[in-house]
């Protein structure tokens, strides 16, 4: 049961993360130019990788001594809600420029397994250092089983990749990103309380 909860705990945490971020927006981009399903199929395999190298290095980090890989976890999650609270108010405006960005790299013609690649390769290389894969290391640090974070923040951002393709467009008509950006912050913040708290318990 225990899993399932930090699983799960890790998918919220990283689903309003992501959802505003570029990843999302790359992937809107791919899906405009390619078929949406090798698209979605790259951005998995990327987001897999990348999930497995994140909890790699939380697992590294959790052989130090306790107290300081908390505290320093907990930091690292104070820092990932100041960087979306900052970034909350202009989440709008950035969005528009990250599409135009990602657009002028995104090559044009490719299908099936090609499409795939050049996916895998863009998601990969956007995600490389990503808030998300940050957070991701801090719960395995902070002591949560490295297997259930791997699940849960796999499947977020599998879900996240999922909506870019599919409703991308209605998405950004409808959800103000700046909302999703406070929500996650506050999520940020309360984990960060919550690791602090059990390392000076």
Avoid: N
């Amino acid at each position: 049961m225990t899993y399932v909860l930090v699983a799960l705990g890790t998918f919220v945490l990283i689903l309003p993360v992501e959802l505003p971020d570029k990843t999302f927006v790359a992937t809107l981009v791919l899906s405009t130019r390619y078929h949406p399903l090798p698209v979605w199929l790259g951005a998995v395999t990327a987001f897999g990788v990348q999930s497995v190298l994140a909890v790699a290095a939380g697992t590294l980090f959790a052989q130090l001594p306790r107290l300081p890989v908390a505290l320093a976890a907990a930091g690292l999650f104070v820092i990932g809600g100041m960087l979306l609270l900052r970034g909350a108010r202009q989440a709008d405006a950035m969005e528009s420029e990250e599409e135009r960005r990602y657009a002028d790299q995104v090559p044009v013609g490719r299908r099936g397994w090609r499409a795939a690649g050049a996916s895998f390769v863009v998601l990969f290389t956007a995600e490389w250092g990503d808030l998300s894969q940050l957070l991701t290391a801090g719960l395995v640090a902070s002591g949560k089983p490295p297997v259930a974070v791997f699940v849960g923040s796999w499947l977020a951002l599998a879900v996240v990749s999922g909506a870019a393709v599919l409703l991308g467009r209605w998405l950004l008509r409808r959800v103000r990103l700046s909302l999703v950006r406070y929500v996650g912050a506050g999520l940020c913040f309360a984990l960060a309380m919550i690791t602090a708290f059990g390392a000076l318990r």
